[in-house]
């Protein structure tokens, strides 16, 4: 993954749990996802799913979700610690995406919605909502641009809180 692809994932990320201390009673946090807990090793986690490991951190899962093809990425960290699991998705999945999450985990504890310009000159909305956890949160958001890339793409991240705060610490040491 590339370093500014990587700042832009950790940025989305905090923009949802900034400022969040208190748990909300509104959603379901979970402990795992697709049945791999947090804080799980590599191990663990390919008994419980047919993960393919890069060695360094990331393995990744092929999913169909209703009729969307999804490649779940779940990154470790480096105590061998399950931290993070997301996926990009077409964008216009949106709607599928977020209704198995709201079926699941419950009402966002936060929306936003965002107008802006893409460098074709299209207007799009951007809407992201996030479910906030005392230990767990999950962002999603419908489009998720790419440098030089036309945005096609909304991702979601399911991630310990911890994870997040690290590797926003170690990528603005490296700024």
């Given at each position: ?101 709201v079926q ?29 956890g005392e ?41």
């Open positions: 993954m590339n370093t500014k692809f990587a700042i832009a994932l950790l940025l989305l990320s905090a923009a949802f749990t900034s400022g969040q201390t208190k748990k909300s009673e509104t959603w379901a946090e979970p402990d795992g996802f697709l049945g791999v807990p947090f804080n799980a090793g590599q191990a663990e986690a390919r008994s419980k799913l047919d993960l393919k490991c890069d060695g360094e951190g990331t393995c990744t899962y092929d999913l169909r979700l209703m009729d969307l093809p999804l490649k779940l990425f779940f990154n470790f960290d480096d105590r061998d610690k399950l931290g993070r699991v997301f996926a990009n998705f077409r964008s216009s999945s949106f709607e599928i995406v977020r209704g198995v999450f699941r985990y419950g009402k966002p504890t936060q929306v936003s919605t965002q107008t802006v310009t893409t460098a074709l000159g299209d207007r799009i909305e951007i809407e992201t909502c996030g479910w906030i230990k767990v949160s999950i962002a999603l958001t419908k489009y998720f641009p790419r440098e030089g890339e036309t945005v096609r793409e909304g991702i979601f991240m399911v991630f310990l809180n911890d994870y997040l705060e690290e590797r926003i610490r170690r990528a603005t040491e490296k700024l």
